[in-house]
C-alpha cells in the first residue's frame, strides 16, 4: 500500500483510441430510435462505429468480439442537446449588439465539471452556445462529449475539416438593454436587418469580384460568418419566447434565407400552426414552472405535444444551466405526462436533435454505419427511477455510474462541481 | 347593479368550503400513519377526514360523491417555499419576498404580503400541494418572518395555519449583502446576528417600550418562534448550530447542501433540517450539493422535510412533488419520500395534529393520481382542500 502522488488520472483516459476486436452489447432492451424497440437486441461497435444491430435471434456477434451484458437494462442512442452552455463558456462583450465574430471556440474549458455532469445525463453530443443578452451573441460548436485534453478533442469535423457549429441569436426581452443594444422590439429587428443587409452586400462584393482578387473586398470576420448564415452552412438558432417574436424571427429568416432553429418557443403552442408551415424545427425547453420572466410566463409541458400535433420537428434542449444535463430525460418524460407521444419524446432528445445539429448522417440513432454514441440505461429512459449506467462516445465509454469516480458527478457530493484535473489527488495503488 | 354583481362574485370567491359529503376511493391510499392501504375509502364530512379504511369493511354511505383513483395521499406540504410573496413574472412589482434595505427585518410579516391568488400557488396545488410553509426569502442575514398557508382557492382567513411561524435568517454566502452594505464577511454576519439577538435578550428582560423588531426577535429568543437558518456550507451549518446553542433557540436548518459533511454534528445538535431541493443548481454555496442528501438524512435519522424552495430566475418556483420524486429515485423510496412532503414536513412544522396523514378528524387536504406520484408521465387527477375539491384536471 504505497501512497503516490498521481496525476490525475481522467486526464489519461481522455486519450484511449476506439477498441480494435468488436464490441458487443448483448441482452437488454434496444430503442433504436430508426425503427421500433427490440426487446432482446445486439448492439456490435468497432473502431468508434456501429456495425450491427438487431435482434439476439438475427444478429450475428463476430468470433473475438468482447462481450458486455445488457439484460435488464436498456440501450439507446447518446443523447443530443441541441442548446447548452456546459464549459464554463462566453460570448459577445457589451460592446455591440451583433457579435457574429465571436466564436464559443475560443473560449471553452473542457475541464469544467458540467460536461461529465453532461455525460453522466447521457449526453453525447451538445451544441454549446454563447451565451444571452444579444441580438447576436456569436458561433456556436456542436461538441462530443469525449474526454478532452483540449477543446480539439471535442470537436465534429466534416470531411473538409469544417468545424460543426451554428450562430446564436435572440429577440425578445433578451437582447433588450441602453444603447447601442436596442430599447424595443421593433429596434432589435431592425439592428438585425440593417447587419444582414450588410451582409448581402459584402456578399455581392465577392461574387462580383469572381476570380479578380483586386476586386475582393477587405476581409470581414462578422460579415464572413453572416454569409455563411445566408448560405446555409450555419444554422441560426435563435432564442425566442413571446408568439409575435416567434412570427418576427420567421419573418426574419424569410427575408434573409437563413436557416433557423427556433429555441424555447415558450409560446410555440399558440402559434403551432405558422411555425410547422415554415418547416422550421423548434428546440424547447421544459421548465418546472412557468414564469421567471415575461416572455415565459406561458412555458408548458403542453409545448412539444402541440408542436408534434401541428407536424414540427421538436428537439429538447437543457440549456444547462437552466435545466441540468443530468435531467433532460426528465424534460422528454414530462412532455409525455402532457400529451406529447412516447416515440417523438424519445426522437426529440435524440434524432430530432441530429437534425437540428446537421448531424443526422453520423448520430441520432442506433444504425449499422453510425457513430458508436450510445448509452446504457437501469430501466425505461422516460422513469423517474431509470439511471443512466453507462455513456460511450465513438466506441470509448466516457462514463460508469459503478465507478465511484464518475458517480460522483452522477449524484453530486464534495468535488462534484470541480473542474477535473484542476487539482492533485492521492491514490493509494498506481498501476 | 354593479356593485351588486361584485358582492356575489366576492361571495363565490370567498365562499366557505362547501360541506360536501365526499368518499374517495383508491387502489392504494398512502395513509402515512401506518403502511399504505390496499383498495382503500377515505370518508370525508365538513372539511375532515371522517374515517379511512379497506374497501371491504368502509361503507360509502348514501348521498356522498365517490371520487376514484389509482392512488390517494395527503396534501403535499411544501416546508420552505416563497411562492405568495414572490410572484410568477419576476417582474419587481411582484417580488416582495425580500427587502434588501437593511439587513435585519425580523418585523415584516409574511401575512401583509402573501398573495393567495399568484398563479404560482395553483401551479403547486395542481400538483398535489396543499399546504405550503412560505414567507421572506434567504438571502438576507433576516429578511422577514414565514407563514403556514393552505393553497384552497377559497381566501379564508382560517386558510392560515401558523400566522408567524419562523422567523427567516441566513448565514454563509446567502447572508452577504449587496454593494458594500454590511454584511460583508461571513463572521460579520454572525457577529451581527449575535449582536441583535443579545438586543432582543435585553428587550426581553427589561420590557421597555414596544418595538416591533425586537419584539419579533424576543418570541425567538423565548423559543415562541423558530429561527430558520438558511445556510449551506459546511461551517455556516456548524456557525448556525453554534449561535442556536449559544442563545438556546428553536433553530430550524434550512437548505444545507453541505449537511453529509458535518452529519454528525447536525444529528447531535438536535436540530431539523428543511433540505434544499433535490434539483437545486450547483453552484457556489451549494456547489457540493447531493441528489443523495434525503436518503442519508432518512439513515441517520434527523428529523427533515423537503422544500421547493426559492428561485429567482426560471423557473420561478420548482414543485416539491417534483423534488421528493428524484430523491426517493436517489435512495429514499417511494414511501420516504412521500412522508418527507406529508407527514414528516407536518411534524417538522408542527401543523401535524391538521395535516400530514390520512385520519379520522385531520382535516380533509387529499392528492389523487392516476399511477405512482413520483413517475415523471403521472398525473395529478384530484385536489381536494378541506373537504372541497379544488381541481380534477389532470396536470
Given amino acids: ?431 | 347593479m354593479r356593485s351588486a354583481l361584485c358582492l356575489l362574485a366576492a361571495a363565490s370567491l370567498a365562499a366557505p368550503a362547501a360541506s360536501a359529503q365526499i368518499a374517495v376511493r383508491g387502489e392504494t391510499v398512502y395513509t402515512m400513519s401506518g403502511g399504505p392501504l390496499r383498495d382503500g375509502v377515505v370518508l370525508i364530512r365538513d372539511g375532515r377526514i371522517e374515517r379511512v379504511g379497506p374497501a371491504a369493511s368502509t361503507s360509502i354511505p348514501a348521498g356522498y360523491r365517490t371520487l376514484q383513483a389509482k392512488v390517494v395521499t395527503p396534501g403535499l406540504i411544501d416546508a420552505h417555499t416563497v411562492v405568495g410573496l414572490s410572484g410568477y413574472l419576476n417582474q419587481p412589482s411582484d417580488q416582495d419576498q425580500r427587502e434588501s434595505s437593511t439587513a435585519m427585518q425580523p418585523e415584516l410579516r409574511a401575512m401583509d404580503a402573501f398573495n393567495a391568488n399568484e398563479r404560482l400557488i395553483e401551479w403547486a396545488r395542481g400538483f398535489g400541494v396543499t399546504t405550503i410553509h412560505t414567507g421572506h426569502a434567504p438571502g438576507s442575514l433576516i429578511s422577514g418572518q414565514t407563514m403556514i398557508v393552505k393553497t384552497s382557492t377559497n381566501n379564508a382567513e382560517d386558510s392560515v395555519l401558523a400566522q408567524e411561524a419562523m422567523v427567516a435568517a441566513s448565514l454563509g454566502g446567502l447572508a452577504r449583502a449587496e454593494q458594500g452594505k454590511s454584511p460583508g464577511t461571513r463572521a460579520k454576519a454572525a457577529a451581527m446576528l449575535r449582536e441583535e439577538l443579545v438586543k432582543a435578550q435585553e428587550y426581553d428582560r427589561k420590557h421597555e417600550a414596544k418595538d416591533l423588531h425586537l419584539e419579533a426577535l424576543a418570541r425567538v429568543i423565548r423559543g415562541e418562534v423558530p429561527l430558520l437558518v438558511s445556510v449551506h456550507r459546511a461551517n455556516d451549518i456548524l456557525t448556525a448550530i453554534r449561535l442556536g446553542q449559544e442563545f438556546k433557540l428553536k433553530l430550524v436548518l434550512d437548505g444545507v447542501a453541505e449537511a453529509p459533511l458535518v452529519l454528525d454534528e447536525i444529528k447531535a445538535s438536535g436540530y431539523p433540517v428543511i433540505l434544499h431541493p433535490t434539483m437545486y443548481r450547483a453552484y457556489a454555496d451549494t456547489e457540493n450539493i447531493s441528489m443523495e442528501t434525503a436518503a442519508l438524512l432518512k439513515k441517520a435519522g434527523v428529523p427533515f422535510a423537503l422544500q421547493s424552495g426559492l428561485e429567482s430566475y426560471v423557473p420561478k418556483t420548482r414543485v416539491v412533488l417534483f423534488e421528493a420524486a428524484i430523491a426517493a429515485a436517489n435512495g429514499l423510496g417511494i414511501e420516504n419520500g412521500l412522508a418527507s412532503v406529508t407527514i414528516d414536513a407536518a411534524r417538522l412544522l408542527k401543523i401535524d395534529n391538521r395535516v400530514g396523514s390520512i385520519e379520522a378528524g385531520k382535516d380533509a387536504d387529499l392528492a389523487l393520481y392516476d399511477g405512482d406520484p413520483f413517475e415523471y408521465t403521472t398525473h395529478c387527477t384530484g385536489v381536494i382542500i378541506d373537504g372541497r375539491v379544488e381541481s380534477e384536471a389532470a396536470r
Fill in chain 1, 1 to 431: 500500500m504505497q501512497l503516490r502522488w498521481c496525476l490525475p488520472l481522467i486526464l489519461l483516459g481522455g486519450i484511449v483510441f476506439a477498441q480494435e476486436s468488436p464490441l458487443a452489447i448483448v441482452g437488454g432492451r434496444v430503442i433504436p430510435i430508426a425503427g421500433p424497440e427490440i426487446p432482446d437486441g445486439v448492439l456490435v461497435v468497432q473502431n468508434g462505429k456501429i456495425l450491427a444491430i438487431g435482434p439476439a435471434a438475427s444478429t450475428a456477434i463476430p468470433g473475438g468480439a468482447r462481450r458486455i451484458d445488457a439484460r435488464g437494462k436498456v440501450l439507446m442512442p447518446g443523447l443530443v442537446d441541441s442548446h447548452s452552455h456546459i464549459g464554463g463558456i462566453d460570448g459577445g462583450d457589451s460592446s455591440v449588439p451583433l457579435q457574429p465574430d465571436v466564436r464559443v471556440l475560443d473560449s471553452i474549458n473542457v475541464r469544467d465539471a458540467r460536461i461529465q455532469k453532461a455525460q453522466a445525463g447521457g449526453i453525447t453530443v451538445a451544441n454549446v452556445m454563447p451565451g444571452s443578452g444579444h441580438l447576436l451573441s456569436g458561433q456556436t460548436l456542436y461538441l462530443k462529449l469525449r474526454d478532452g485534453h483540449s477543446i480539439d478533442d471535442l470537436l465534429i469535423r466534416d470531411t473538409s475539416g469544417n468545424i460543426a457549429g451554428g450562430i446564436k441569436m435572440a429577440n425578445g426581452t433578451n437582447s433588450r438593454r441602453n444603447p447601442p443594444f436596442p430599447g424595443t422590439r421593433a429596434k432589435s429587428a431592425a439592428l438585425v436587418r440593417e447587419q444582414y443587409i450588410k451582409a448581402q452586400e459584402y456578399r455581392e462584393k465577392i461574387r462580383k469580384a469572381g476570380a479578380d482578387a483586386s476586386k475582393m473586398p477587405a476581409r470581414d470576420l462578422r460579415m464572413e460568418a453572416l454569409v455563411e448564415a445566408m448560405e446555409g452552412q450555419r444554422v441560426v438558432h435563435f432564442h425566442t419566447h413571446r408568439h409575435d417574436d416567434i412570427l418576427t424571427v420567421l419573418r426574419l429568416s424569410r427575408e434573409f434565407g437563413f436557416r433557423v432553429v427556433l429555441h424555447h418557443v415558450s409560446d410555440g403552442w399558440k402559434v403551432a400552426g405558422e411555425i410547422a408551415a415554415s418547416k422550421a424545427p423548434c428546440s424547447i425547453i421544459v421548465l418546472d414552472s412557468p414564469g421567471g420572466k415575461e416572455e415565459a410566463k406561458d412555458v408548458s409541458f403542453i409545448t412539444g405535444g402541440a408542436l408534434e400535433k401541428a407536424g414540427a420537428l421538436v428537439g429538447f434542449h437543457t440549456d444547462d444551466g437552466i435545466v441540468d444535463s443530468r435531467f433532460f430525460l426528465r424534460e422528454a418524460a414530462l412532455a409525455v405526462r402532457a400529451g406529447m407521444s412516447r416515440e417523438k419524446a424519445l426522437y426529440g432528445v435524440t434524432m430530432a436533435n441530429a437534425r437540428i445539429l446537421d448531424l443526422h448522417k453520423r448520430i441520432g440513432s442506433l444504425e449499422p454505419g453510425k457513430d458508436a454514441d450510445f448509452i446504457l440505461l437501469s430501466g425505461d429512459p422516460l422513469s423517474v427511477y431509470s439511471h443512466v449506467l453507462e455513456t460511450w462516445v465513438d466506441g470509448t465509454k466516457v462514463f460508469d455510474r459503478s465507478d465511484p469516480k464518475d458517480k460522483l458527478y452522477a449524484v453530486g457530493g464534495y468535488g462534484a462541481s470541480h473542474d477535473q484535473g484542476e487539482a492533485i489527488f492521492f491514490v493509494e495503488e498506481v498501476e
